[in-house]
């Protein structure tokens, strides 16, 4: 039996036995959805994800009520892009948005607008088909003073970076103001309100927290959340700590600090706390069986596995480690999604948009220009089986990385090539490119990766051939 066979029988026995075929009856009113994201978050600190210290029963809980991915990759490792290619199922060489916006470049001001407005997205889709769109959290796209993309309910950050918690600078009813409450519960406080509000009608909440946030000078100081004491004083060795990486840029002064680790746990947590707040709040409202919930972040977080911390913004050469692209991806919905289930599908957060507009029957609204290179996994999420090649591709700039289930191959317009197999080595510990008895894969993986950007990019956001960016390069 071949892996991809193995995956599959897993998959179908969970469903099998979990749900009915009356069960599978999808409701005929339109699906609600709720979408979480999280903002530098590794899959790897979760308890559903194999953590046994960060403390997240209620995304635990959301996970054992539905379907969780094992092997979600984001396609960059940083916020702007990662947002923009969830939204519009693009990469960055399609979108235009090859890095993070810094603090007025098109957030605010005289030249504000939203980076991805001339591309069908998910919230114009949603609002096109009758449903009340709202945004709570971290934007980061552009435009943030009023509602962009068919958002109608709006409250953001002015910016994308979070330097604090408390007294931190929001937009709300269209102006900037401090809010004084923890910003976390604050944004739970606004989804709530927006469930309460619009329960009687199809909805989408993009609930986009902007914790747990591994990064910044508050990783010096303890957390201040309820969840603080409880992790005062513990080591937390499910972060790794080592020897720093000769590439770590930036972040050297959290790498192996236990402040820092605790903070990271503690507002995971804090996170946490909000999850389980939105599903009570979405059962006591009588939502449950017709809500989509999906739980996602923007990208992954190292906090020591390989001597680094960050993502790929914070080494030189910018990097690719798998850290820094796997993501949690959760979906949920009683009665529709078997509760319990896991699927090792190779996915990448451009197969998002396509896969959700695929669930709920609309695939057709996403156009051909330009084509997403996204593939729909929609049938996974009923218990069908489906053909899957295993591969998912990243760009971080003039960085570009394929990863298959057995190796990764990274290119660099300028810099060193990296080769990694995944069997004998899952932490990209061991770099091989260039060994004479890998050069079969190594030629093999390169040119899937050419021909891969080869067919999608736009050739003005094309880096590698000459294009540019909506936004300033770390490498420029």
């Not at 999808?26 to 979480?36: D, K, R």
């Not at 709570?136 to 943030?144: I, P, Q, S, T, Y």
């Not at 609930?207 to 603080?228: I, M, Q, V």
């Not at 513990?234 to 000769?246: A, E, I, T, Y």
Request: hydrophobic fraction near 35%; include cysteine; aromatic fraction near 10%.
């Amino acid at each position: 039996m071949r892996k991809s066979d193995r995956r599959w029988a897993s998959v179908v026995v969970c469903w099998v036995a979990s749900l009915s075929a009356a069960e599978r009856i999808v409701a005929a009113e339109p699906t609600n959805v709720v979408l979480i994201m999280t903002d530098n978050h590794g899959a790897w600190t979760l308890g559903c994800y194999g953590n046994p210290e960060v403390r997240t029963p209620n995304i635990d809980r959301l996970a054992s009520e539905g379907l969780r991915f094992t092997r979600a990759f984001a396609s960059n490792a940083v916020c702007s892009p990662t947002r923009a290619t969830y939204l519009t199922g693009l990469l960055p060489s399609q979108h235009g948005v090859h890095c993070f916006l810094r603090a007025g470049e098109w957030q605010t001001g005289p030249e504000a607008r939203c980076t991805i407005a001339e591309f069908p997205n998910l919230s114009k889709i949603l609002a096109a088909r009758g449903y009340h769109c709202g945004l709570v959290g971290k934007w980061h796209l552009g435009g943030n003073m009023t509602p962009q993309e068919g958002f109608r309910d709006w409250v953001t950050m002015p910016h994308g970076a979070t330097s604090t918690f408390y007294n931190a600078e929001v937009i709300d009813e269209g102006r900037v103001r401090k809010e004084p409450k923890y910003l976390t519960d604050f944004w739970t406080d606004r989804a709530v309100s927006f469930l309460e509000q619009n329960h009687e009608r199809p909805f989408f909440l993009f609930l986009a927290y902007n914790g747990p946030y591994g990064l910044g000078k508050l990783l010096l100081e303890p957390s201040r959340n309820r969840h603080t004491e409880y992790y005062a004083g513990k080591l937390l060795l499910s972060f790794d700590r080592g020897v720093m990486h000769p590439w770590l840029f930036n972040n050297k002064e959290y790498l192996n600090n236990p402040v820092s680790i605790r903070r990271y746990a503690s507002e995971i947590s804090g996170v946490d706390d909000g999850v389980g707040r939105v599903m009570e709040t979405l059962g006591r409202l009588g939502l449950d069986r017709n809500t989509l919930v999906v739980f996602c972040a923007d990208q992954g977080l190292m906090a020591g596995e390989n001597g680094i911390w960050g993502m790929g913004d914070h080494t030189r050469p910018l990097g690719a480690f798998d850290g820094m692209m796997q993501v949690p991806l959760i979906f949920r919905q009683p009665r529709a999604i078997a509760a319990g289930c896991t699927t090792d599908l190779l996915v990448s957060n451009y197969d998002f948009l396509p896969s959700l507009l695929g669930y709920l029957g609309i695939a057709g609204e996403l156009g051909e220009k330009p084509r997403s290179p996204g593939r729909d996994y929609a049938p996974v999420l009923r218990g069908e089986k489906i053909d899957w090649d295993p591969v998912v591709f990243y760009e971080m700039e003039t960085t570009r990385a394929v990863r298959t289930d057995d190796w990764k191959y990274v290119d660099r317009l300028k810099g060193p090539g990296e080769l990694y197999d995944l069997r004998s080595d899952p932490h990209e510990k061991f770099n091989r490119f260039g060994q004479a008895g890998d050069r079969a894969v190594q030629a093999n993986l390169a040119e899937r990766l050419a021909h891969f950007f080869d067919t999608h990019a736009d050739p003005q956001y094309d880096l590698y051939h000459g294009g540019g960016s909506k936004t300033k390069l770390l490498s420029d």
